[in-house]
């Protein structure tokens, strides 16, 4: 049915938070929605309490995982096993906040975009210790240079057409594997945006791998990430290696972002015939 929902949630060792994070999800998917979960081989009780929501709600469906083999792979083996035409974005230990999907299908028919996310509060170990995460929408055309700056969009907010996901190649291994596919994205010509009004309450805990400075080693290192960073740079009309200029010298790449934003230029995607299209 056109307009229906996979919400896909890559899961490991979530027994603690996996409760809440469906049960929120299920509360503000439609009825004919499904929330697709791979167990990414936990050894808690994850796949216990799945089995428990899935006795009482049809929409959750599980796929077990007998070895660990990461986020990338989990996600595009949910992905394939995705048959609507809209899937959105999950994790195991975040939740969504009411009316989310039914604003961002909204958002994905009526402004032309093909992915979209929101905006999110962060909280810790309860949601009466919470601060808001205060972000503008970010338009399609304004999406581009932003990417270029920071990945300002969280990835468990996500919705978009599954055609364009799939299309895209899915996700691929990476440091920041969400990151590289909104670049690739963008590259290609899609359009994505992000609303201004939180989606999501974001689980904030002393122990993220995103915070640490071994990942942001790991993170200026990666070359899958350098190679899509500059692709979108040049499309945008950037030359040379972008990603070094934003680590050298991040005052002048922070300019160049600047002026694009200013300019509004958008992407130049090159055709298969050698051609260019907007």
Excluded: C
């Excluded at 929409?59 to 048959?83: D, H």
């Excluded at 899937?87 to 994905?108: N, T």
């Amino acid at each position: 049915m056109p307009g229906q929902v996979t919400v896909i949630m890559p899961v490991a060792d979530s027994g603690k938070t996996i409760e809440a994070a469906v049960r929120t999800t299920l509360l503000s998917l439609d009825r004919e929605g499904v929330v697709l979960v791979y167990d990414d081989a936990s050894s808690d009780d994850t796949v216990d309490k799945l089995k428990r929501i899935m006795s009482r709600d049809r929409r959750v469906r599980l796929i077990r995982g007998q070895t660990r083999v990461g986020v990338a792979v989990a996600l595009n083996a949910l992905l394939s096993e995705t048959t609507t035409d809209l899937v959105a974005r999950m994790d195991g230990d975040d939740l969504v906040l009411p009316g989310r999907f039914r604003r961002q299908v909204h958002e994905l028919t009526t402004s032309r975009v093909d992915v979209t996310f929101t905006s999110r509060i962060n909280f810790g170990s309860n949601l009466r210790h919470y601060r808001p995460y205060l972000q503008r929408r970010i338009s399609p055309d304004r999406m581009p240079w932003l990417m270029l700056s920071s990945n300002p969009v969280p990835h468990s907010s996500m919705l978009g057409r599954t055609r364009v996901l799939t299309g895209a190649g899915g996700y691929r291994q990476s440091v920041a594997e969400d990151y590289d596919l909104w670049l690739r994205l963008l590259s290609s010509g899609h359009r994505l945006s992000s609303s201004a009004i939180p989606g999501i309450a974001y689980r904030m805990h002393p122990n993220q791998v995103t915070r640490s400075a071994e990942w942001l080693v790991r993170f200026e290192k990666d070359e899958v990430l350098r190679a899509s960073y500059n692709q979108l740079a040049i499309t945008l009309g950037l030359d040379g290696d972008a990603w070094e200029l934003r680590r050298a010298r991040p005052d002048v790449a922070a300019n160049r972002i600047k002026a694009g934003l200013r300019s509004g230029r958008q992407p130049v995607v090159h055709d298969s015939a050698g051609g260019t299209a907007l």
